[in-house]
Each structure stands twice: as structure tokens, then as C-alpha cells.
């Protein structure tokens, strides 16, 4: 079993449509969780850190479930711009960084 | 504020030759980190220093790669000699440490082809 997994792609939503993406860890010791968005050709970039509270940030919110060892993104309202794909990262107790295989996002007209 | 900086952009070799890579992070970034991202793959985790000491390597395939950060601030990764399987992208990212937070800032790779 993977350490990080998420949902296998493609995501193809319209414009406008809200979009949810899993991501399940198996470790129950990690330590801290991202969401990181990758555009084509390019290196990732942090979209938001999760907390366990829950955490929004305009359109975009995390959440993460300890129990369930899963944290997932929801988009709301997507748009054009927010094609991409979507990597979920991981940090266990030795400070490694873990990532997904990512969730490709394709939003259309 | 200048990010990470990684040349070259792209790099085409044939297989058992060898190849050098080569990452300048973001000014004060005291740890520093090698990934390999294959294609439709996260980045995966190759080696990673705090200044110029070593705290991961145990994904690095020491028979081939070889990276150092002799002076704490640029680092290179080297494989030698190159398989095919190493075509991927290798990214270098830079993090710093503040109020118990840590963020990686990643640099915009160099694209391996390996024929």
C-alpha cells in the first residue's frame, strides 16, 4: 500500500461545478498535511496547508479526518484557471515530505 | 524576493552517459531538497540537506546518484552512469523553518531525457 493516495484521475467538471478530491495516508504518526497544485510543465506550488480544524481560503477548502487518515479539497465555483493537478503531501515524524500521485483537474467552457 | 534557480531547463542524454544538475535555493534557506518526479507520479523524495549535511538519503540509489552542498547554499546531483528509467524530472526545493512552520518552495526543474 502507498503511504499517500488519491483519487485516481482525470476530474473534466464545467465551469461553475464543484469539485472534491481524497487523499488517504497511511501512516497515523504523520504530522502535518498540504494540498499542492502543479500546473503543466511546472514545479508544485503550496495551495494551502490543512489544519484540523478544517481550513478555507476563498473558494478552496481542506479538511482532514485523523481517524479516517484521509484530507481532502473541495473547490467550489471552478473555474478555467483552476485546471491543474492536484497533489496532496504528507509529513511523517521524521519530516519527510510525502506526495500523492496527484488528481488531474480539467475544467471546461 | 528570488526563488529556487535550477539549470539546465531540459537535458537529453543516451543511456550510461552522465548527467549534472545543478540548484541555488532561496537565499537563507537552510535545508534543501532533490526530488525525482517521473511522469503522471508525485515527486518523490531523492536526498536532503540541512546546510551541508546530509538528513535523507535512503531514497537516493547510491550506486548511480550522488548529490553535495559542499558550502551550505548550491547543491548539485549527479547520475552516473544514466538509465533509461531516470528520464524524469528533477526538482530542487528550499525550506525555512519559522514559528514551528515549514513551507517548501520548489524550483522549476530540469526535464531528464534519457535515450
Known amino acids: 500500500r502507498k503511504e499517500v493516495e488519491q483519487d485516481p484521475g482525470p476530474f473534466n467538471v464545467p465551469e461553475g461545478a464543484t469539485v472534491a478530491f481524497n487523499c488517504t495516508y497511511s501512516?497515523?504518526?504523520?504530522?502535518?498535511f498540504f494540498w499542492y497544485r502543479q500546473d503543466c510543465r511546472k514545479e508544485p506550488k503550496l495551495l494551502m496547508s490543512?489544519?484540523?480544524s478544517g481550513n478555507e481560503d476563498g473558494r478552496f477548502t481542506a479538511q482532514l479526518n485523523r481517524a479516517s487518515q484521509y484530507i481532502s479539497l473541495l473547490i467550489r465555483d471552478s473555474k478555467l484557471s483552476d485546471s491543474a493537478t492536484y497533489l496532496c503531501?504528507?509529513?511523517?515524524?521524521?519530516?519527510?515530505?510525502?506526495f500523492g500521485q496527484g488528481t488531474e483537474l480539467s475544467v471546461k467552457p | 524576493e528570488a526563488g529556487v534557480a535550477q539549470s539546465p531547463r531540459y537535458k537529453i542524454i543516451e543511456k550510461r552517459q552522465s548527467v549534472a544538475f545543478w540548484c541555488n535555493p532561496i537565499?537563507?534557506?537552510?535545508?534543501l531538497y532533490w526530488y525525482q518526479q517521473i511522469l503522471g507520479q508525485g515527486p518523490k523524495l531523492l536526498i536532503q540537506?540541512?546546510?551541508?549535511?546530509?538528513?535523507?538519503d535512503s531514497q537516493l540509489p547510491k550506486d548511480r546518484f550522488s548529490a553535495e552542498r559542499l558550502k551550505g547554499v548550491d547543491s548539485t546531483l549527479k547520475i552516473q552512469p544514466a538509465k533509461l528509467e531516470d528520464s524524469a524530472v528533477y526538482l530542487c526545493?528550499?525550506?525555512?523553518?519559522?514559528?514551528?512552520?515549514?513551507?517548501?518552495?520548489f524550483g522549476p526543474g530540469t526535464r531528464l531525457l534519457v535515450l
Open positions: 526545493a528550499s525550506s525555512l523553518r519559522l514559528a514551528g512552520q515549514e513551507t517548501q518552495y
Open positions: 503531501a504528507v509529513r511523517n515524524q521524521g519530516g519527510k515530505l510525502i
Open positions: 501512516n497515523s504518526a504523520s504530522q502535518s
Open positions: 540537506f540541512q546546510n551541508n549535511g546530509v538528513v535523507d
Open positions: 537565499s537563507g534557506h537552510a535545508t
Open positions: 490543512v489544519y484540523s
